[in-house]
């Protein structure tokens, strides 16, 4: 089973349509991501949550908000959609560091969004 | 801000051989990560092999391996005896020491052929 997963995994809305990602994670990590993935480019962080209280932007916030449901559930939604909020969104998890270092990040297989 | 470059869009390489993908960096900061993720037809994102900055050793993860240059900024990826499943995109990744964003450059596709 994987440790990550992403519901959906493609989605087509229309513009104005609001819209939610959900992230699941049995890795028992404390930390969790969302990134987006445009053609040709790298991730960008959108969000990151380093407890269920603790909620961060990151890089490109506006336009989302997202929700810690609980340690292993973390949401994103597009309150009203755009087109170029068309990308694959990533979610990921890393763990708290356990010594020296920062934490490695694991990431779900992604959802493409397509917003018309 | 962290930059992340990759300045090969695009590399091809024959099964068995060995091929390098190039990054570079730029950072103020002294303790820092760097990370090679791979990301197959998939799409998924996997990670293939990390350094920790204070590590002089260059890290390896059976065939990959990496050549980092901390004072040139730079984090190579070598691929020895390439396999057809190593065709992908790769991305070289930068951490800081607060764990809190990958900064990602643009990604090199790797194509291995028969």
């Known amino acids: 089973d994987a440790d990550v997963t992403q519901t959906p995994r493609n989605r087509i809305t229309k513009t104005g349509k609001r819209i939610m990602l959900e992230c699941s994670q049995t890795k028992g990590h404390d930390r969790m991501y969302w990134y987006r993935q445009d053609p040709g480019l790298g991730l960008r962080l959108i969000y990151y949550s380093f407890d269920v209280k603790d909620i961060n932007k990151g890089e490109i916030s506006d336009g989302y908000s997202v929700s810690r449901q609980a340690q292993a559930k973390f949401s994103l939604s597009l309150e009203s959609a755009i087109p170029n909020q068309t990308a694959l969104y990533f979610c990921?998890?890393?763990?708290?560091?356990?010594?020296?270092?920062?934490?490695?990040?694991?990431f779900g297989p992604g959802t493409r969004l397509t917003v018309l | 801000a962290q930059t992340v470059t990759q300045s090969q869009p695009e590399m091809s390489v024959q099964e068995a051989e060995t091929v390098t993908l190039s990054c570079t960096y730029d950072t103020s900061e002294n303790n820092y990560y760097l990370f090679w993720y791979k990301q197959p037809p998939s799409r998924q994102m996997i990670l293939v092999i990390r350094?920790?900055?204070?590590?002089?050793q260059n890290a390896t993860e059976n065939r990959f391996s990496v050549n980092f240059q901390k004072a040139a900024k730079s984090f190579s990826l070598k691929i020895s005896d390439s396999q057809l499943g190593d065709t992908a995109m790769y991305f070289c990744?930068?951490?800081?020491?607060?764990?809190?964003?990958?900064?990602f450059g643009g990604g090199t596709r790797l194509m291995v052929k028969p």
């Open positions: 990921a998890t890393s763990d708290l560091p356990r010594s020296r270092g920062t934490d490695t990040q694991y």
């Open positions: 990744a930068f951490n800081n020491n607060a764990g809190n964003m990958l900064t």
């Open positions: 350094q920790e900055a204070y590590k002089q």
